[in-house]
């Protein structure tokens, strides 16, 4: 079977950097993406990693470590938009589908 | 259009009614899926199309869902008997293919609620 693992909640304060941690368990993985979602919204892409390493994408930076089964998403300058639900999902064997964890809520606060 | 579409955006039913909800994919999306979202829970998988190969329904919960997607655009998700438990978001999401099924657009889902 597969299993992602978040933290299902984390505060932090605006102007400060947050690490969101997603550990896996799967056969045949390819690769790990991120997914933001605001209360109401749909989810919208935000980075994917299929090497280990970190990709920086201007505020966002996602990091995976395969050997681990492993990988963050850190969020630098927090602002109050930041606030929602960061899921991980991770995708098999160059495949099709993707498998998304929990999620998890972060709250920037003032 | 310029995004994935779905209607209704709500639906109210009573149990045991059908429900059948529609997806409109991004144009020139080959791949479609189909998820369903509690609230405050995560996304799960329920069916997946590419192109015009046979559908992938090892996430659909029951013989009650079912889904088609006509013409390799539009596609429909089918709940027969409808039950309470059924109650949810149902999000609809395409990419390219499925070389980039990492990166899917998603739709603003519809809200059913099943009485």
């Known amino acids: 079977g597969q299993s992602l693992e978040q933290p299902s909640e984390v505060t932090a304060v605006e102007g400060a950097i947050v690490q969101i941690n997603c550990t896996y368990q799967?056969?045949?993985?390819?690769?790990l993406s991120w997914y933001q979602q605001h209360d109401g919204g749909a989810p919208t892409f935000l980075s994917y990693?299929?090497?280990?390493g970190l990709e920086e994408t201007g505020r966002f930076s996602s990091f995976l470590s395969r050997s681990d089964s492993y990988g963050y998403l850190l969020l630098q300058e927090l602002q109050m938009k930041d606030s929602a639900s960061y899921f991980c999902?991770?995708?098999?064997?160059?495949?099709?589908?993707?498998?998304f964890g929990g999620g998890t809520r972060l709250m920037v606060k003032p | 259009g310029a995004g994935v579409s779905q209607s209704p955006s709500n639906k109210v039913t009573e149990k045991g009614k059908d429900v059948e909800l529609r997806c409109d994919p991004i144009?020139?999306?080959?791949?479609l899926y189909w998820y369903r979202q509690s609230l405050g829970q995560g996304l799960e998988f329920l069916i997946y199309?590419?192109?015009?190969?046979?559908?992938?329904k090892s996430g659909l919960p029951s013989d009650r869902f079912s889904a088609e997607r006509t013409g390799g655009s539009v596609s429909t998700l089918t709940i027969q008997r409808t039950q309470q438990e059924d109650s949810a978001v149902y999000l609809c999401?395409?990419?390219?293919?499925?070389?980039?099924?990492?990166?899917?657009?998603f739709g603003p889902g519809t809200r059913l609620t099943v009485t």
């Open positions: 999401a395409s990419s390219w293919d499925q070389g980039t099924a990492y990166e899917q657009y």
């Open positions: 799967t056969s045949g993985f390819y690769g």
């Open positions: 990693n299929a090497l280990d």
């Open positions: 999902a991770v995708r098999r064997n160059a495949g099709n589908m993707l498998t």
């Open positions: 144009s020139g999306h080959t791949a």
């Open positions: 199309f590419q192109g015009n190969s046979a559908p992938d």
